[in-house]
């Protein structure tokens, strides 16, 4: 039987033979009292990469980022984001019930915010207004397909906002995808940011775990949140191991995941009643829509599972799905194949 091609997500990966290994391996301590030195290990080659002081390990990509939300800002103020935001769309809603902030939407087109965009809704400081505390900017945006943010407008959006006493935050889950896409490192793509969460547990396939990076005092002052909201966790080397891995050699696989992104793109082109333009593909995410096949997006899913394809409906006639180390070009080729299966025979 063969295998199921799974592209929901790239956090569907599995841990590659050497994570395993590492995992296994790893000398551990207990990291509330940061006595765990592969954690600190990768703590500090983190903070080394984006050429900041510090980082700290979190379980996911939701903590991380509202525990950025909830140090930069104090309860009633507001977080300037795109209006499809992870942080807004997919976080519950976490930054209102925890953090006690407000999201500030604003649209950005295929969601690559520039300072026009964002000095319209900072809030004048009036009393009467919720005041504009931090601006939040995802690099790649997931939900509009993965687009790269220009590190030239995240300069003048950091240099603008800092002007206002605004702080700046980076959704990082994938900016690693970004630097390989923009040709520029991490620490470029960043720079100006006052804090970056990014994603060990995405296209750089470790199992489990985020980072998040800034200045010292920021991540101490994290820290400390993160063992309020139940993350102090013990010996969590067997994680950080296979965390090292992934930030010191997935990236350099990146390239193929998103030539694997086109190549499915320009098959999904040629199939009638799909919308997708595969110019527009940057990186490993694909947001395409199949309104012209008639049917909707989870109808065509469920068929698909039949076949041993795994896709995600992101809208009644949208997907969204992504590529990733574990699934090759062969892989893409049979899912492009039952997708054309489906669609005829709807």
């Known amino acids: ?96 019930v925890v953090a006690g902030c407000v999201p500030r939407t604003v649209r950005a087109p295929r969601g690559v915010l520039s300072w026009e965009l964002i000095e319209p809704a900072i809030r004048p400081k009036v009393f009467w207004y919720s005041q504009t505390a931090l601006i939040s900017i995802e690099n790649t945006h997931n939900m509009a397909g993965g687009v790269i943010q220009d590190p030239k407008d995240t300069q003048e959006i950091c240099e603008r906002a800092h002007e206002r006493g605004i702080k700046v935050h980076m959704d990082g889950a994938r900016i690693f995808n970004a630097a390989v896409g923009a040709g520029k490192s991490v620490a470029e793509m960043s ?24 200045p010292r005092d920021f991540t101490e002052r994290a820290r400390i949140t993160r063992k309020m909201l139940g993350g102090g966790m013990r010996q969590i080397g067997i994680l950080g191991a296979a965390g090292l891995i992934a930030l010191e050699e997935s990236p350099k696989n990146l390239k193929r995941d998103h030539e694997n992104a086109r190549f499915l793109a320009e098959g999904l082109a040629r199939v009638k009643g799909v919308e997708i333009d595969p110019k527009q593909v940057q990186t490993n995410v694909l947001v395409f829509g199949v309104r012209g096949t008639g049917r909707t997006a989870a109808e065509l899913a469920a068929k698909l599972k039949e076949k041993g394809v795994l896709w995600n409906p992101a809208g009644g006639y949208e997907f969204r799905i992504m590529t990733h180390c574990d699934v090759d070009r062969a892989g893409m080729e049979r899912a492009l194949r039952a997708f054309e299966e489906v669609v005829k025979a709807a």
Request: proline letters at 5%.
């Open 191 to 214: 720079r100006g940011c006052d804090s970056v969460m990014f994603a060990l547990s995405k296209g750089l396939g470790a199992p489990v775990g985020s980072m998040l990076v800034g």
């Open 1 to 96: 039987m063969e295998a199921v091609v799974d592209m929901r997500s790239d956090t569907v990966t599995q841990p590659t033979a050497e994570m395993r290994r590492a995992m296994a391996e790893a000398p551990v301590g207990d990291d509330v009292y940061a006595e765990d030195p592969t954690i600190n290990k990768l703590q500090g080659r983190a903070a080394e990469i984006f050429e900041r002081e510090a980082a700290i390990f979190v379980p996911s990509g939701c903590m991380g980022n509202l525990l950025a939300i909830k140090t930069w800002t104090q309860p009633g103020q507001e977080v300037i984001c795109d209006e499809r935001a992870h942080i807004n769309q997919y976080e519950l809603g976490s930054m209102t």
